[in-house]
């Protein structure tokens, strides 16, 4: 399996002097989770014609499920409402998170995969394969 981007092009093109918010220990592991997620929506790219675009989608798509992961953001995002005075704290359903990443996801794939003539709307059944064009 291709995994779009390594941890070069991540740091050096699409960090671009920025901070990293996924390990380098851990970005094999969530580019190669962000590249299946492409394949899903848009079929596979051949290893020696990857577009810039499916690169930058599946380092950002990687930054997405690493912060689904991580420790501090399911604490965090898990809290839907807090009360200072009274202490109480009510949380969202790990179904609403889930729910709320696939979305992000999503719009990720359309932002980076819509100008390159895929049509990202399904995820089982893609319209149009780079292996097609």
């Not at 990857?50 to 991580?70: N, Q």
Request: hydrophobic residues 35%; charged residues 20%; aromatic residues 12%.
């Amino acid at each position: 399996m291709t995994v779009y981007a390594d941890l070069t092009f991540y740091t050096n093109e699409y960090l671009q002097g920025r901070s990293a918010k996924i390990t380098a220990a851990d970005f094999p592991f969530f580019a190669r989770n962000a590249s299946m997620t492409i394949n899903s929506y848009a079929g596979t790219f051949p290893s020696d014609a990857i577009p810039e675009e499916v690169r930058l989608c599946c380092c950002e798509i990687a930054e997405l499920l690493y912060a689904g992961e991580t420790s501090e953001a399911n604490s965090k995002a898990g809290i839907a409402s807090e009360s200072v005075q009274g202490w109480s704290q009510s949380y969202e359903s790990s179904e609403s998170r889930l729910t709320a990443q696939s979305a992000a996801i999503d719009a990720v794939l359309h932002k980076w995969l819509d100008g390159l003539g895929w049509d990202t709307s399904s995820r089982i059944e893609p319209q149009r394969r780079w292996h097609e064009c």
